[in-house]
């Protein structure tokens, strides 16, 4: 008989082998705050326009080179439990209003780190949650004082430009101008009157080659598709839509069919050729000339819809065939029958194109007021132009954001030293213990100037001493000047370089709730994971061009 091994007394005995336990402020709170501490760390560095870019390869060993801070957590999989909450704070953030992602992992960061030495001088959590939540609150009735102009007229591409242009200047330094232009006019041009703005009617279509600035913009879709038949364009086209594939529709029943002679043979493939051409005369009859279809395009229906002179475009993604009806105004027909007018879409030119050695098809619409626009990017490489689309993506967010409130706070650092000086006066006024956590509250703030003059390599202790002084003397604006030769300051206002206020407001809230969430655990209790052992990793194919796959291993994986 196996010898019985008590367990030890304590909390252990509850558990199942092989859970852990942790408890305490050193065990559990210093631990979480490290592991946070870690990660706003990682994060800190691709803050602003003169940040690193990060690489990440995610389980699927795909590559990114980004320093969009919600990309690189979303590709990292974080695993510990506190450091999750502050990636999930900055997820929150990314839906809520798009941006701003990175400035809720540094400034939850900052809190944590102030909190630990708090918590070191020996005040208890509670004191200093209670603080880190009256600070939130005022900073957020600060917060409208730093605003400093708002958006007037959102149909105006001159003015979205420039406040968009923020936005981007932090993912694509550089190229700042030309993105945003080209972001406001595709966001300006599918702008109801009415106001109700979806950010999923700005499409991106990626094509490779060329350069950044040989990107354009367009009303209508574009799809790296090419077209099926012989006809490659049709202007003032009338489109049918039919999501199923083209070809002859085979009966329902299952049959027998017996042939005696080869007479019977000849009519049998007859009749149904007969009834395929019948079925495509049809819709040309019905006035339309262009064909698209989410499945595959048989051969004699091609034969057929060249002779009657249809344009055939096969789309493979039923999402696309949505947008496309969308944007042409069509219903998608699940089976081959004529369409009627009211379920024919239209639009003004569809036309087969090259774009450097990529074959497209371009859905275009002459007006303005198009229910879609696609943005085309041109790049040297994927990555890269993945880049640029997670900037138009936060251009295109920034616009939506200005749609539902169009007030402005300054940039660049501006209004976390405004919001920091007046959160010092406000803790100095408060009695009891909390008043340190306002403080701490406050210095956190600085943490984002701090993190933009360390990425552009300037002293940081200098620029926010400066920062500071400005701010005493009542310029409001005054942020931090990333263009000029040391830690200078300058006027934000002028210098265009405005954010969102409620990009601002939702990040400050969001960052507290996280921080002050994980500041209230005060112990971990891991139960066993669940599973038995890991099955072995497939090798990949020999032929895989992977980061670590020697050329020389020729065997092929079973």
Same mark, same amino acid.
């Given at each position: 008989?196996?010898?019985?091994?008590?367990?030890?007394?304590?909390?252990?005995?509850?558990?199942?082998?092989?859970?852990?336990?942790?408890?305490?402020?050193?065990?559990?709170?210093?631990?979480?705050?490290?592991?946070?501490?870690?990660?706003?760390?990682?994060?800190?560095?691709?803050?602003?326009?003169?940040?690193?870019?990060?690489?990440?390869?995610?389980?699927?060993?795909?590559?990114?080179?980004?320093?969009?801070?919600?990309?690189?957590?979303?590709?990292?999989?974080?695993?510990?439990?506190?450091?999750?909450?502050?990636?999930?704070?900055?997820?929150?953030?990314?839906?809520?209003?798009?941006?701003?992602?990175?400035?809720?992992?540094?400034?939850?960061?900052?809190?944590?780190?102030?909190?630990?030495?708090?918590?070191?001088?020996?005040?208890?959590?509670?004191?200093?949650?209670?603080?880190?939540?009256?600070?939130?609150?005022?900073?957020?009735?600060?917060?409208?004082?730093?605003?400093?102009?708002?958006?007037?007229?959102?149909?105006?591409?001159?003015?979205?430009?420039?406040?968009?242009?923020?936005?981007?200047?932090?993912?694509?330094?550089?190229?700042?101008?030309?993105?945003?232009?080209?972001?406001?006019?595709?966001?300006?041009?599918?702008?109801?009157?009415?106001?109700?703005?979806?950010?999923?009617?700005?499409?991106?279509?990626?094509?490779?080659?060329?350069?950044?600035?040989?990107?354009?913009?367009?009303?209508?879709?574009?799809?790296?598709?090419?077209?099926?038949?012989?006809?490659?364009?049709?202007?003032?086209?009338?489109?049918?839509?039919?999501?199923?594939?083209?070809?002859?529709?085979?009966?329902?029943?299952? @049959?027998?069919?017996?042939?005696?002679?080869?007479?019977?043979?000849?009519?049998?493939?007859?009749?149904?050729?007969?009834?395929?051409?019948?079925?495509?005369?049809?819709?040309?009859?019905?006035?339309?000339?262009?064909?698209?279809? @989410?499945?595959?395009?048989?051969?004699?229906?091609?034969?057929?819809?060249?002779?009657?002179?249809?344009?055939?475009?096969?789309?493979?993604?039923?999402?696309?065939?949505?947008?496309?009806?969308?944007?042409?105004?069509?219903?998608?027909?699940?089976?081959?029958?004529?369409?009627?007018?009211?379920?024919?879409?239209?639009?003004?030119?569809?036309?087969?194109?090259?774009?450097?050695?990529?074959?497209?098809?371009?859905?275009?619409?002459?007006?303005?007021?198009?229910?879609?626009?696609?943005?085309?990017?041109?790049?040297?490489?994927?990555?890269?132009?993945?880049?640029?689309?997670?900037?138009?993506?936060?251009?295109?967010?920034?616009?939506?954001?200005?749609?539902?409130?169009?007030?402005?706070?300054?940039?660049?650092?501006?209004?976390?030293?405004?919001?920091?000086?007046?959160?010092?006066?406000?803790?100095?006024?408060?009695?009891?213990?909390?008043?340190?956590?306002?403080?701490?509250?406050?210095?956190?703030?600085?943490?984002?100037?701090?993190?933009?003059?360390?990425?552009?390599?300037?002293?940081?202790?200098?620029?926010?001493?400066?920062?500071?002084?400005?701010?005493?003397?009542?310029?409001?604006?005054?942020?931090?000047?990333?263009?000029?030769?040391?830690?200078?300051?300058?006027?934000?206002?002028?210098?265009?370089?405005?954010?969102?206020?409620?990009?601002?407001?939702?990040?400050?809230?969001?960052?507290?709730?996280?921080?002050?969430?994980?500041?209230?655990?005060?112990?971990?209790?891991?139960?066993?994971?669940?599973?038995?052992?890991?099955?072995?990793?497939?090798?990949?194919?020999?032929?895989?061009?992977?980061?670590?796959?020697?050329?020389?291993?020729?065997?092929?994986?079973?």
């Amino acid at each position: 008989m196996a010898l019985h091994v008590p367990k030890a007394p304590g909390f252990a005995q509850m558990l199942k082998d092989g859970a852990k336990h942790y408890s305490g402020l050193e065990e559990a709170v210093f631990r979480n705050i490290r592991a946070c501490k870690e990660l706003s760390q990682t994060t800190r560095t691709a803050y602003g326009p003169n940040g690193m870019n990060k690489m990440v390869i995610n389980h699927l060993e795909k590559l990114f080179v980004t320093n969009d801070a919600a990309t690189i957590l979303r590709e990292l999989e974080v695993q510990h439990p506190a450091a999750k909450m502050i990636v999930m704070a900055s997820h929150m953030q990314e839906q809520e209003v798009g941006d701003g992602t990175n400035f809720v992992l540094v400034f939850a960061g900052a809190l944590l780190e102030l909190a630990e030495e708090l918590l070191r001088m020996g005040l208890s959590v509670s004191e200093v949650i209670e603080g880190y939540e009256k600070a939130c609150k005022k900073a957020l009735e600060i917060l409208p004082d730093c605003v400093c102009s708002s958006a007037k007229n959102l149909h105006d591409v001159q003015e979205a430009t420039s406040l968009i242009r923020t936005a981007v200047m932090s993912k694509q330094y550089g190229n700042e101008d030309f993105l945003a232009k080209l972001i406001a006019q595709a966001c300006v041009s599918i702008f109801p009157e009415s106001g109700n703005f979806n950010v999923d009617n700005v499409r991106v279509c990626k094509i490779l080659g060329c350069g950044v600035t040989a990107s354009s913009m367009l009303h209508g879709m574009v799809f790296k598709k090419e077209a099926e038949g012989d006809i490659t364009s049709v202007k003032d086209a009338k489109i049918a839509v039919f999501s199923c594939p083209f070809d002859c529709t085979v009966t329902e029943t299952k @049959g027998t069919v017996l042939i005696n002679n080869a007479q019977e043979l000849m009519n049998f493939s007859k009749g149904e050729e007969d009834m395929m051409e019948a079925q495509v005369k049809a819709i040309k009859e019905a006035g339309a000339n262009v064909v698209v279809t @989410g499945g595959k395009v048989a051969d004699m229906a091609l034969h057929y819809a060249n002779k009657y002179k249809l344009m055939v475009v096969r789309l493979n993604s039923k999402w696309d065939l949505r947008r496309l009806c969308k944007t042409v105004g069509a219903v998608a027909l699940p089976r081959m029958t004529s369409p009627t007018p009211e379920e024919m879409g239209h639009c003004d030119s569809v036309y087969l194109t090259e774009v450097g050695d990529t074959q497209v098809v371009v859905f275009k619409h002459e007006k303005e007021d198009g229910a879609i626009s696609t943005v085309v990017i041109r790049g040297s490489t994927d990555n890269l132009m993945d880049d640029i689309e997670r900037a138009v993506d936060d251009g295109v967010n920034t616009f939506k954001v200005l749609i539902r409130d169009k007030r402005l706070v300054p940039g660049a650092g501006a209004t976390e030293i405004e919001l920091a000086k007046q959160l010092t006066s406000y803790g100095e006024s408060c009695p009891g213990l909390e008043q340190y956590a306002i403080k701490k509250f406050a210095d956190a703030f600085e943490a984002v100037p701090r993190a933009l003059a360390e990425n552009s390599g300037v002293k940081a202790s200098e620029l926010i001493s400066k920062l500071y002084s400005a701010h005493h003397e009542g310029n409001k604006n005054m942020g931090y000047d990333i263009e000029s030769e040391g830690p200078t300051v300058k006027d934000m206002l002028e210098a265009g370089i405005l954010e969102p206020f409620l990009v601002k407001h939702w990040g400050i809230k969001l960052a507290t709730n996280a921080a002050i969430t994980v500041l209230r655990v005060d112990q971990i209790i891991m139960a066993k994971a669940a599973g038995g052992p890991k099955a072995p990793k497939q090798r990949g194919h020999w032929d895989k061009d992977g980061w670590d796959e020697e050329p020389d291993n020729f065997e092929t994986h079973h």
